[in-house]
């Protein structure tokens, strides 16, 4: 069974920082690509940062590139969201999102293409 569990979240200043985890098991984490998605209350899902299975790529939504960096450790079967110069506009539930891939550079920027979601961990800014 394929488990995603988000941890990490809280409630932040703005220009704070914050950092999220996601803990995968029951999938050989290795051959999977990752993704963070984060949705604010009365918004739909956007993408927030994709990782190929390999450690040495990834892509940001613009409007987090340069203040989050997204990471993995295959041997722990984790991904990291490090979030910075956090602002009210970032506050939302983030999740981190699993799809099985034979692509080494593959990263994948649309939730519909994922296979597997974490339950989401809640960040909030306040001004």
């Known amino acids: 069974q394929v488990q995603l569990v988000e941890s990490g979240g809280g409630l932040v200043q703005a220009g704070g920082s914050v950092r999220l985890s996601c803990a995968a098991s029951?999938?050989?984490?290795?051959?999977?690509?990752m993704g963070w998605f984060r949705q604010a209350p009365g918004e739909e899902r956007e993408f927030v940062a994709a990782?190929?299975?390999?450690?040495?790529?990834?892509y940001y939504a613009d409007s987090v590139k340069g203040r989050f960096t997204a990471t993995r450790d295959n041997a722990k079967a984790t991904v990291y969201l490090q979030m910075n110069s956090l602002k009210p506009e970032d506050t939302a539930i983030y999740s981190c999102?699993?799809?099985?891939?034979?692509?080494?550079?593959?990263?994948?920027?649309?939730?519909?293409?994922?296979?597997?979601w974490g339950r989401g961990t809640q960040v909030t800014v306040s001004s």
């Open positions: 029951g999938l050989p984490f290795s051959s999977y690509a």
């Open positions: 999102a699993a799809r099985e891939t034979s692509t080494y550079g593959r990263w994948l920027a649309t939730a519909g293409e994922y296979d597997y």
């Open positions: 990782m190929t299975r390999s450690t040495f790529s990834t």
